[in-house]
């Protein structure tokens, strides 16, 4: 069997979204096409005044629009700039002011009147051609892909706070402050230093100052099919491989920001190409039964299917509006993706990417309440362990399905209650017992997936992050462990009894560690530590910290070779992959020609038994 990778990538980290709907202000993305279109700023805007709040709270503009204020409230107002370019006077109820934006810049203002009042004018230069923030995409579907994760697809909060009016009682200042430099001690990226504008910045601002919009949004099988696209004709592909890298210890870097994976050969560390993909490559998954074959899903929904020996890919559907992970069964046979937007799983013909079902994950939670439940994680059972199953973990409605892939119908078996947001996880490497993530009761979620039946869970520490998970044999036991995303802290367990080893200190909160049966070590990151470039390394058997690497600028995701000597770890704001000795801890490598790498996934996850 093998392991097949959610990488929740801050995704896991500032994440959001009330519903990425099509077409949007006109930017929305074609079934056919991952590549949203621009368009131009507006030139003609009206501000609601009512509820003694402006309606929108950010407004970005071209040079010379036309911006009308109207005052829809049961008292008078008086609009005024903070720098002084304009002031309204009294505007009584049903009266409007105007103003013309005929200089570029950020305008501020508020209510004299009512001094908690706050708006904010982005007046862009070159008129009406002026390019807008995210390069056009609307603004909601950038929330929903950096900062849903964390704070819920509706902005109702997850393991972050909610972002909704009603919370955000702090002024304008604060949190711009928050979403450009971050928060010390959590996840809170600081997205200034990330990439993003002060235009941008308030331009998310406003957004979540905004009222929440919950529309339905709809993508089922009459939306997924039309989609489908053969890209190449797999008949005339070559029957050999097109390169010299080594199909049995390929690395898959997610290139974050360019719509890109890039492949590395284990063997040489060479850079040996760079696989054409959508917005921010999430999942992997390697089919079992054929080396040609690996699978990608990007944020946006497009699921590849990837041929390694030209490294590019064939064939493409878009399974969703907003996708995380993904597995394929033992047989090489079906493929399910999981879904945030909509609330569903997709299972498909993994040879031909044709859809054939939908699965609503739509459930009870833990408090009693029916929700529309985020697919958290997508796992495989093997079948000669356990059974055929897939394993879906429901974020919000805090449920595992266990879904039989031998059957045509697909039949499910649900678990309930355990925990409150569920994030990744792993399976034991024997497969009867599914680890989960359950990040606000900061543990880990414990199913006996033979029996079906939820165990204690064993409390680790702040918002538990496994990633894919680390299992290693010492002296004759089988431990698994953790980081976390809102502290510093490994915690090991023992699988026989899941009782607690270990705990093991590091600089911050982190995402993502990894082991490897012929490796002595295991590796994790601090990604999130005030120092992000902290790599730290600790004994299988004494638990202690043997070695800590701190190089670059941040740093994530360290993985094998298939052989386990040596360790690629990425620099996400580097734009670096560096390799280094798995016993020595020496670089032996520096790649670059790669733009923002993050997860690094290599080609013998497909004989792994971790599930994922």
Not at 263 to 281: E, K, P, W
Request: net charge negative; with cysteine; glycine share 10%.
């Amino acid at each position: 069997m093998r392991i097949y990778t959610k990488l929740m990538f801050l995704g896991s980290v500032l994440l959001l979204l009330a519903a990425l709907i099509l077409g949007l202000n006109g930017a929305g993305v074609s079934a056919q096409d991952s590549t949203p279109a621009a368009p131009s700023p507006a030139t003609e805007v009206t501000i609601t005044i009512a509820n003694q709040t402006f309606a929108p709270h950010t407004v970005i503009v071209a040079t010379g629009a036309t911006i009308t204020w109207k005052n829809e409230d049961t008292v008078n107002h008086v609009v005024h700039s903070h720098e002084g370019w304009f002031d309204s006077g009294q505007v009584a109820s049903g009266e409007s002011f105007v103003w013309q934006a005929d200089q570029p810049g950020t305008f501020r203002y508020g209510c004299s009147i009512h001094p908690q009042m706050e708006g904010v004018i982005v007046v862009l230069p070159g008129g009406a051609v002026a390019p807008l923030p995210f390069g056009g995409r609307p603004v909601n579907e950038v929330y929903s892909d950096s900062c849903g994760g964390c704070h819920g697809p509706h902005r109702e909060g997850a393991t972050g706070p909610a972002l909704i009016p009603g919370r955000l009682t702090s002024d304008d200042d604060f949190y711009f402050e928050i979403i450009k430099n971050g928060q010390p001690g959590t996840v809170m990226p600081a997205w200034g230093p990330l990439g993003l504008t002060d235009e941008e910045i308030w331009a998310l601002l406003g957004y979540i100052r905004g009222e929440v919009d919950v529309a339905d949004v709809q993508w089922e099988m009459d939306q997924i099919a039309p989609t489908r696209e053969i890209m190449v004709d797999e008949n005339e592909l070559p029957a050999a491989p097109t390169h010299e890298g080594n199909l049995d210890n390929l690395l898959l870097v997610t290139e974050r920001e360019a719509r890109s994976i890039a492949v590395f050969d284990g063997d040489t560390h060479q850079l040996i190409g760079h696989i054409a993909a959508s917005y921010r490559a999430h999942g992997y998954a390697f089919d079992p039964t054929n080396e040609r074959w690996a699978y990608n899903v990007g944020r946006d929904g497009w699921l590849f299917k990837i041929d390694l020996y030209t490294l590019q890919a064939v064939t493409k559907v878009r399974v969703g509006l907003d996708s995380r992970g993904l597995a394929i069964s033992d047989d090489g046979k079906v493929i399910i993706v999981g879904n945030y937007i909509p609330a569903t799983a997709v299972l498909l013909d993994a040879q031909t990417l044709e859809p054939l079902k939908v699965i609503h994950t739509e459930a009870t939670d833990p408090d009693g309440n029916l929700v529309q439940s985020r697919v958290a994680i997508t796992s495989d059972v093997s079948p000669d362990l356990v059974g055929p199953y897939f394993l879906i973990g429901l974020k919000e409605a805090g449920q595992v399905w266990r879904i039989d892939w031998s059957k045509p119908d697909f039949p499910i078996d649900t678990l309930e209650n355990v925990g409150h947001i569920l994030h990744d996880g792993f399976l034991s490497p024997d497969n009867t017992h599914f680890y989960i993530a359950s990040q606000r009761d900061n543990w880990m979620g414990v199913i006996n997936v033979v029996d079906w039946t939820l165990e204690p869970p064993i409390s680790t520490g702040d918002t538990p992050h496994p990633g894919s998970g680390a299992t290693w044999e010492a002296g004759g036991v089988v431990y698994g462990a953790t980081v976390h995303a809102g502290e510093g802290k490994i915690t090991v367990w023992d699988l026989s009894n899941n009782q607690i080893v270990a705990e093991i200190p590091t600089g911050g909160p982190g995402l993502f560690l990894r082991s490897h049966p012929e490796n002595p070590y295991v590796w994790a990151d601090s990604v999130f530590a005030e120092q992000p470039n902290r790599i730290y390394i600790f004994d299988k058997q004494t638990f202690e910290m043997v070695h800590v690497i701190e190089e670059g600028i941040q740093t994530l995701h360290p993985e094998f070779t298939a052989d386990g000597k040596f360790v690629y770890v990425s620099d996400w704001q580097g734009n670096v992959v560096r390799v280094y000795d798995g016993l020595t801890f020496e670089k032996v490598a520096e790649v670059g020609g790669v733009i923002t790498p993050t997860g690094i996934f290599n080609t013998e996850r497909r004989l792994e038994t971790l599930g994922h």
